[in-house]
């Protein structure tokens, strides 16, 4: 199952008379972008900004972030089980304007675990250094959606409108010639016998939260019922996966999806003759015990028997009670004789080792803790505030002291989090 | 530089066991391995004071001897307080990690002391203090003093201090965050690769361990006993009259169920993130189970339910508030005469 990602790379968004790629240059018609969002229902009206790398700018509440793709004809459908008809994505090829995001913005504050502010885009300064989404050129979308339409079905019209545009977008660049090309097989036959076979377990969802109504995250299922299931690594990187509405801390966007740190790590080490990928289970974290105990097994038993893995890692989504399902299954991985790495954040608000994880397994003893808890950064008014009404933009103005969990990007738990808890 | 040292009677150079009932004694300059560290501290420090006890008294009189401790170190005014280094002895250590606490939360200048990190002082003061690993044995106590003496000039010189193997203090079992180089996931397909391997790799958060907690014995007689329920699920009445924070909390609350026998949601509200608590708002009782604890109480089965519940928010908690809390809670079931307590949690 070959995936042929085309890359174009962007260097500036810029607003011209009709949306067109000039080179490394995305020219954008507001006018069309419009005619793209106004076509998603309940949405009212669009506003758009763009915002470059290093400005002194800050938008939120950030939505989600998404990497302009689009696939050329022949391989899988744009957005599978969302935008098309659900088959299996993750072949053929698909375009790329890399350095270019399409961010969307949330029109209230998310409350409880987002905090006040939400999740913010901090494009300068400190904490800016700490997010790989500070180095993109942003197209800023702010769509204002129906008074009164339940919060389920407005966030699946920020959905909507989001993933149509960056479609849009990157299909300009169908008849462009990429600057590179990178490729994504699995399938050669050279004999590896002698690497370790390693596989990937990631959480997509936790319990903490029922699925909002309609939320689309695994080929447009919501997870409601689902056991861990196989999926070949290109379907986590073209599009058969979204992160639910509720990103707890910070945790994960669909442009990690896209641009999976985790996957993409381990195909560079497969391609080094490092070790044999032998592929992926999508799970999530349980509720209760009862299904604790049963996706966690079977989460396990796939990497045992279907995978046939020597050793595993494994990421969690979400906050505290994942670290259970993702420890469990790391324990009885081990159990196996199946070497483990497991990556979590640090729960620690009182920056004590004692209370950071939810586990202490022995065998459990390969961990990479992305902290966060002990970040946090007094940020100063920007020239820029980027937010959907005058209310949140108020809030952003600055100066206020942000947590590294409030920005977005920063704390990542897709693997693209370069924060590290150091125990001293 | 003025230095003030504390030395046990052996270091002091006044005698063994024998002598570990000395009173505390003030001399003026530096004392057996003083000498050494006003050497190694260089730049004119000066050890203006040694202070000598024996270890018995020490500890027999700790409070005593840390008050007169701390006026003679005020009086000198010194800059930097050096206890030891105590290797693996128990009584010295725990002295000198009660001073070097004293010290710093008292007259707020640089502290330092070594110990070995089985010594039962470093498990006590590891996390308060930089103590420097000394290991057990004496005969490397130039070794230790010069880290000693390396650290307290960063510390008096309010320099950035580094991570444990790099200026060899015993980790004090704290967190702080930084940026690297590379990303998670370059860090978790490492380590894996390293432990498949059988080659060593550097986890970077260790599970802690903690002491089991025994077995209670069990109530003796239900129909006799008297009842009560505790949550950790943020079950609060409507307005949150105690402020229960949602996060973190750091309050716990009593609320009456006297003459109450099912929880009505509209009553009541959730400060607990972290779950979704619709199941809950609907019905109280799934949290709290006051109504099929009205029913056993009058069947007979239970002998009473205390008319008030407890409850806080256990999300993201850390052990620190936790365990106070708990502590907390268990002293006033236990003044209300409570027999058994049943804990829920989401």
């Given at each position: 199952m070959p995936l042929t990602l085309a890359i174009h790379p962007v260097k500036e968004i810029r607003s011209g008379a009709n949306t067109r790629l000039e080179g490394t240059i995305l020219v954008i018609a507001e006018d069309e972008l419009r005619d793209v969002v106004l076509k998603v229902p309940g949405i009212e009206s669009v506003d758009f900004a763009i915002v470059r790398p290093g400005e002194s700018c800050r938008a939120g509440p950030i939505f989600d972030v998404v990497e302009p793709r689009a696939k050329a004809p022949g391989g899988s459908p744009d957005w599978p089980g969302i935008l098309s008809a659900p088959r299996i994505a993750g072949h053929g090829t698909t375009h790329v304007l890399n350095g270019a995001a399409v961010t969307l913005l949330r029109e209230q504050s998310p409350g409880e675990s987002g905090g006040t502010m939400g999740y913010v885009l901090e494009m300068s300064g400190a904490a800016a250094e700490g997010s790989h989404y500070a180095t993109l050129n942003h197209l800023i979308v702010i769509p204002h959606t129906q008074p009164g339409l339940p919060a389920h079905a407005q966030q699946k019209s920020y959905r909507s409108a989001q993933l149509r545009l960056a479609v849009f977008l990157a299909r300009t660049a169908l008849d462009a010639i990429p600057e590179r090309t990178q490729e994504f097989d699995l399938s050669s036959d050279e004999n590896r016998t002698a690497l370790p076979r390693v596989a990937y377990v990631g959480q997509i969802f936790s319990r903490q939260r029922k699925p909002e109504p309609d939320e689309q995250i695994l080929y447009g299922g919501d997870t409601d019922g689902m056991l861990p299931t196989l999926l070949h690594p290109n379907e986590w990187l073209d599009g058969a996966l979204l992160p639910s509405y509720h990103v707890s801390l910070g945790g994960a966007g669909t442009y990690f999806y896209q641009n999976h740190p985790v996957i993409t790590e381990l195909y560079r080490r497969h391609e080094a003759g490092e070790l044999n990928f032998t592929g992926t289970v999508a799970t999530i974290a349980s509720a209760d015990n009862f299904d604790r105990e049963r996706n966690t097994r079977f989460g396990a038993n796939l990497v045992k028997w279907a995978l046939k893995a020597d050793a595993c890692v494994l990421t969690k989504f979400g906050g505290g009670v994942p670290h259970t399902d993702l420890s469990e299954t790391a324990r009885i991985l081990e159990c196996e004789g199946i070497k483990t790495a497991v990556q979590v954040t640090d729960l620690a608000r009182d920056q004590r080792v004692e209370s950071a994880l939810l586990f202490n397994f022995p065998e459990v003893n390969a961990i990479v803790c992305i902290g966060g808890n002990s970040t946090k950064w007094r940020v100063p008014p920007v020239a820029r505030v980027i937010a959907a009404n005058s209310d949140l933009a108020e809030i952003l103005a600055g100066p206020f002291e942000i947590d590294s969990l409030n920005v977005v990007g920063v704390a990542n738990q897709q693997g693209a989090s370069r924060l590290r808890s150091m125990v001293y | 530089m003025r230095v003030v040292h504390y030395l046990n009677q052996f270091f002091g150079g006044v005698g063994g066991e024998e002598s570990a009932g000395l009173p505390l004694e003030a001399r003026d300059g530096a004392v057996g391995p003083g000498n050494l560290l006003e050497q190694l501290l260089g730049d004119g420090a000066r050890v203006v004071m040694t202070l000598v006890c024996g270890d018995n008294y020490a500890v027999e009189n700790q409070q005593a001897m840390l008050a007169a401790a701390l006026e003679k170190i005020a009086a000198a005014k010194a800059d930097l307080f050096v206890a030891g280094p105590c290797f693996q002895a128990g009584r010295y250590g725990m002295v000198a990690g009660a001073l070097c606490c004293a010290v710093q939360g008292k007259i707020g200048i640089s502290v330092i002391t070594g110990m070995a990190p089985e010594n039962p002082g470093a498990d006590l003061y590891r996390e308060s203090l930089f103590i420097?690993?000394?290991?057990?044995?004496?005969?490397?106590m130039r070794d230790v003093l010069t880290r000693m003496a390396s650290l307290a000039k960063k510390l008096t010189g309010k320099e950035a201090i580094g991570y444990p193997k790099d200026e060899g203090y015993i980790p004090r079992g704290l967190i702080r965050d930084r940026f690297v180089e590379k990303t998670a996931a370059e860090r978790l397909v490492e380590m894996v690769l390293a432990k498949v391997k059988g080659e060593p790799f550097d986890s970077e958060m260790t599970a802690p361990a903690f002491a089991p907690v025994p077995m209670p014995p069990g109530v003796k007689d239900l129909r006799k006993a008297k009842l009560m329920l505790i949550t950790?699920?943020?079950?609060?009445?409507k307005g949150n009259p105690d402020k229960i924070q949602g996060s973190a909390a750091t309050r716990w609350g009593v609320y009456s169920i006297k003459g109450c026998d099912d929880l009505k949601g509209e009553n009541y509200e959730i400060s607990h993130g972290g779950y979704d608590p619709q199941f809950v708002r609907q019905d109280p009782d799934r949290l709290v189970p006051l109504d099929v604890m009205r029913e056993l109480e009058r069947d007979g089965y239970i002998g009473e339910l205390y008319n008030e519940f407890f409850s806080t928010s256990g999300l993201a908690n850390p052990l620190s508030n936790t365990r106070r809390m708990g502590r907390e809670m268990a002293e006033r079931a236990k003044q209300l005469g409570i027999d058994a307590i049943i804990l829920t949690s989401t």
């Amino acid at each position: 199952m070959p995936l042929t990602l085309a890359i174009h790379p962007v260097k500036e968004i810029r607003s011209g008379a009709n949306t067109r790629l000039e080179g490394t240059i995305l020219v954008i018609a507001e006018d069309e972008l419009r005619d793209v969002v106004l076509k998603v229902p309940g949405i009212e009206s669009v506003d758009f900004a763009i915002v470059r790398p290093g400005e002194s700018c800050r938008a939120g509440p950030i939505f989600d972030v998404v990497e302009p793709r689009a696939k050329a004809p022949g391989g899988s459908p744009d957005w599978p089980g969302i935008l098309s008809a659900p088959r299996i994505a993750g072949h053929g090829t698909t375009h790329v304007l890399n350095g270019a995001a399409v961010t969307l913005l949330r029109e209230q504050s998310p409350g409880e675990s987002g905090g006040t502010m939400g999740y913010v885009l901090e494009m300068s300064g400190a904490a800016a250094e700490g997010s790989h989404y500070a180095t993109l050129n942003h197209l800023i979308v702010i769509p204002h959606t129906q008074p009164g339409l339940p919060a389920h079905a407005q966030q699946k019209s920020y959905r909507s409108a989001q993933l149509r545009l960056a479609v849009f977008l990157a299909r300009t660049a169908l008849d462009a010639i990429p600057e590179r090309t990178q490729e994504f097989d699995l399938s050669s036959d050279e004999n590896r016998t002698a690497l370790p076979r390693v596989a990937y377990v990631g959480q997509i969802f936790s319990r903490q939260r029922k699925p909002e109504p309609d939320e689309q995250i695994l080929y447009g299922g919501d997870t409601d019922g689902m056991l861990p299931t196989l999926l070949h690594p290109n379907e986590w990187l073209d599009g058969a996966l979204l992160p639910s509405y509720h990103v707890s801390l910070g945790g994960a966007g669909t442009y990690f999806y896209q641009n999976h740190p985790v996957i993409t790590e381990l195909y560079r080490r497969h391609e080094a003759g490092e070790l044999n990928f032998t592929g992926t289970v999508a799970t999530i974290a349980s509720a209760d015990n009862f299904d604790r105990e049963r996706n966690t097994r079977f989460g396990a038993n796939l990497v045992k028997w279907a995978l046939k893995a020597d050793a595993c890692v494994l990421t969690k989504f979400g906050g505290g009670v994942p670290h259970t399902d993702l420890s469990e299954t790391a324990r009885i991985l081990e159990c196996e004789g199946i070497k483990t790495a497991v990556q979590v954040t640090d729960l620690a608000r009182d920056q004590r080792v004692e209370s950071a994880l939810l586990f202490n397994f022995p065998e459990v003893n390969a961990i990479v803790c992305i902290g966060g808890n002990s970040t946090k950064w007094r940020v100063p008014p920007v020239a820029r505030v980027i937010a959907a009404n005058s209310d949140l933009a108020e809030i952003l103005a600055g100066p206020f002291e942000i947590d590294s969990l409030n920005v977005v990007g920063v704390a990542n738990q897709q693997g693209a989090s370069r924060l590290r808890s150091m125990v001293y | 530089m003025r230095v003030v040292h504390y030395l046990n009677q052996f270091f002091g150079g006044v005698g063994g066991e024998e002598s570990a009932g000395l009173p505390l004694e003030a001399r003026d300059g530096a004392v057996g391995p003083g000498n050494l560290l006003e050497q190694l501290l260089g730049d004119g420090a000066r050890v203006v004071m040694t202070l000598v006890c024996g270890d018995n008294y020490a500890v027999e009189n700790q409070q005593a001897m840390l008050a007169a401790a701390l006026e003679k170190i005020a009086a000198a005014k010194a800059d930097l307080f050096v206890a030891g280094p105590c290797f693996q002895a128990g009584r010295y250590g725990m002295v000198a990690g009660a001073l070097c606490c004293a010290v710093q939360g008292k007259i707020g200048i640089s502290v330092i002391t070594g110990m070995a990190p089985e010594n039962p002082g470093a498990d006590l003061y590891r996390e308060s203090l930089f103590i420097i690993d000394s290991g057990d044995n004496p005969a490397k106590m130039r070794d230790v003093l010069t880290r000693m003496a390396s650290l307290a000039k960063k510390l008096t010189g309010k320099e950035a201090i580094g991570y444990p193997k790099d200026e060899g203090y015993i980790p004090r079992g704290l967190i702080r965050d930084r940026f690297v180089e590379k990303t998670a996931a370059e860090r978790l397909v490492e380590m894996v690769l390293a432990k498949v391997k059988g080659e060593p790799f550097d986890s970077e958060m260790t599970a802690p361990a903690f002491a089991p907690v025994p077995m209670p014995p069990g109530v003796k007689d239900l129909r006799k006993a008297k009842l009560m329920l505790i949550t950790d699920g943020g079950l609060v009445p409507k307005g949150n009259p105690d402020k229960i924070q949602g996060s973190a909390a750091t309050r716990w609350g009593v609320y009456s169920i006297k003459g109450c026998d099912d929880l009505k949601g509209e009553n009541y509200e959730i400060s607990h993130g972290g779950y979704d608590p619709q199941f809950v708002r609907q019905d109280p009782d799934r949290l709290v189970p006051l109504d099929v604890m009205r029913e056993l109480e009058r069947d007979g089965y239970i002998g009473e339910l205390y008319n008030e519940f407890f409850s806080t928010s256990g999300l993201a908690n850390p052990l620190s508030n936790t365990r106070r809390m708990g502590r907390e809670m268990a002293e006033r079931a236990k003044q209300l005469g409570i027999d058994a307590i049943i804990l829920t949690s989401t």
